[in-house]
């Protein structure tokens, strides 16, 4: 059954994953709600992209007693994705540390985090 | 009114998902490295002489992108110490000290957390890992600090000099690669030393301990900054 192997998994739950962020970003009230969304969405895009690098059989892409040298291209994952996930996990900790910010000063403001509440430039 | 809004909800989640369902039907798995990669597995190793291709693909490939992306934590760090520190009306609320077994507990594990953070950013061209793995170690050890001894004051001066010299410092590393080697964050700059062990690749293991201290030095900002606004209670409400 090829639809069991674990790329295929790690896919539809990537996308799974997506549809239920985007979900939750339009639906929920809570701007910590959202923000949990937000970040469930950032999570589905790092399972795809490591997903979409991975190929069956074969080891991480480190040279070492695994992985004979010349032989590395038939042997090891595609380094690219491995290396854009590490650069998308950092900046999603930053933009969710900056939503959070943004999140406590509208608190202060306004006593509240329901989105009802702001409706300052509501007409 | 509601009854519209949730079929216009369940109407746009429809379509994203299947939109998804459509991109997912064209994946098949695959079976071997495109053009790039099978560029980066052939020539990297003995290009860069770092036996992770990731991170020689992070470092030196890539090198640009990973300093905007620093430069976007850095930027992250200074929006939220601006909007944070900025607090109008608020007065200190003592907290309750920490406990015994935290305090003796935190002064075991803080030597050996930054050890291993260490030993992470330091091996980031041999073993999985690399600066900003071992920056967020060295973050878990300044949370652990700031938890354990709340009371006394942790210097925003010491994280921000850190944080200048490192990033000063991968920049100056970046421009000596354009004089000394043949172009911005080429590791040439210095031997690439035999392969496989700890001084080899060149001028990489250098970056990315650099990396590693200025991701460590803004995550602990970040933390600060959210720290601080914790021992405050507003006067408003």
Known sequence: MKYLEIEYISVIAGFLLLVVGLWGIISQKNIIKMIISFSIIDTSIHLLLVAIGYIRNRTAPIIDSAVNKSEAVNQITDPVPQALVLTAIVIGVGITALLLTYALKLFRQNRSLEINQFNSLKW | ?237
């Open chain 2, 1 to 237: 009114m509601k009854i519209l809004k949730n079929s216009l909800l369940l109407v746009v989640i429809g379509y994203m998902a299947w939109m998804m369902f459509n991109l997912y039907k064209d994946y098949d798995s695959r079976t071997a490295l495109n053009d790039t990669a099978s560029y980066y597995a052939e020539i990297g190793p003995d290009e860069t002489g770092a036996a992770n291709l990731v991170t020689s693909v992070v470092v030196t490939y890539r090198g640009l992108d990973t300093l905007g992306e620093v430069t976007i934590l850095f930027l992250t760090a200074a929006i939220i110490g601006l909007l944070l520190r900025t607090e109008k009306g608020s007065r200190l609320v003592p907290l309750r000290a920490s406990s015994e077994f935290l305090i003796t507990a935190a002064r075991v594990l803080i030597p050996m957390i930054t050890l291993i953070g260490v030993y992470i950013f330091i091996n980031g061209h041999l073993t999985p890992g690399g600066g900003f793995q071992g920056g967020a170690v060295l973050a878990s050890t300044f949370i652990l600090l700031l938890i354990s001894i709340s009371n006394k004051k942790l210097g925003h001066r010491v994280l921000e000099f850190t944080e200048a010299i490192s990033g000063f410092s991968f920049v100056l590393i970046g421009i000596l690669g354009i004089i000394l080697a043949s172009g911005f964050l080429d590791n040439h700059i210095l031997p690439l030393g035999k392969f496989g062990t700890l001084f080899s690749a060149g001028a990489i293991p250098v970056i990315y301990s650099l990396i590693g201290l200025k991701v460590g030095a803004e995550l602990s900002t970040i933390i600060l900054e959210f720290n601080q606004i914790q021992g405050k209670e507003d006067e408003v409400s």
